[in-house]
């Protein structure tokens, strides 16, 4: 799948992402999990200050997670680097 795609998917559903899928796509987009504890995981990147925090709520991601991330993702420009391949 590519970037376009998964982004678009997170932005127009942010209550129906699954906890992996959200996962997979801070993956997809070049962050590194960097652990976490109970039903937390840590993602962090070189170049972007924030750190993507996801949580797992009966297989889900929060919805407010969901909307973080898609802020970095558009506040970082990680679109862009599709295109500059």
Do not use: W
């Amino acid at each position: 799948m590519k970037k376009a795609e998964i982004y678009t998917n997170l932005k127009n559903h942010p209550k129906k992402i699954r906890f992996e899928y959200l996962c997979r796509a801070a993956e997809a987009f070049g962050f590194v999990y960097r652990g976490g504890r109970g039903s937390h995981r840590v993602y962090t990147r070189d170049g972007v200050r924030e750190i993507v925090n996801v949580q797992e709520v009966n297989g889900m991601a929060k919805p407010y997670q969901v909307k973080q991330f898609c802020k970095i993702v558009e506040g970082y420009s990680l679109l862009k680097e599709d295109a500059d391949v």
